[in-house]
Nanobody
Framework: QLQLVESGGDLVQPGGSLRLSCLAS????????MGWYRQAPGKQRELVAH???????NYANSVKGRFTISRDNAKNTVYLQMNSLKPEDTAVYYC????????WGQGTQVTVSS
């Protein structure tokens, strides 16, 4: 069983930055593809970025050039550095781990507003 705990969500002004963290426990973290998803009110959950076990990265077009995903296997942690935040980035951000089965964290709220 894999447990995921996100942190780092906050209220930030447009143009600001945040770094989200997701700590995994309970299994071999390095064997999972890790991802960040988000869900805004009234919308479906969408992929923001993911990073494979080999370090291959994929971003949603809406965040390319602004967000950076990274992982530290020694710390069992995946990060999402978010720069140049926009109001449309407001959502609950969820950490995901995938190795055939999907595991989800509880989510962390990011609000971008002046």
């Amino acid at each position: 069983q894999l447990q995921l705990v996100e942190s780092g969500g906050d209220l930030v002004q447009p143009g600001g930055s945040l770094r989200l963290s997701c700590l995994a426990s309970g299994t071999v973290f390095s064997s999972y593809t890790m991802g960040w998803y988000r869900q805004a009110p009234g919308k479906q959950r969408e992929l923001v970025a993911h990073i494979t076990t080999g370090g291959r990265i994929n971003y949603a077009n809406s965040v390319k050039g602004r967000f950076t995903i990274s992982r530290d296997n020694a710390k069992n942690t995946v990060y999402l550095q978010m720069n140049s935040l926009k109001p449309e980035d407001t959502a609950v951000y969820y950490c995901n781990a995938n190795r055939g089965l999907n595991y989800w964290g509880q989510g962390t709220q990011v609000t971008v507003s002046s």
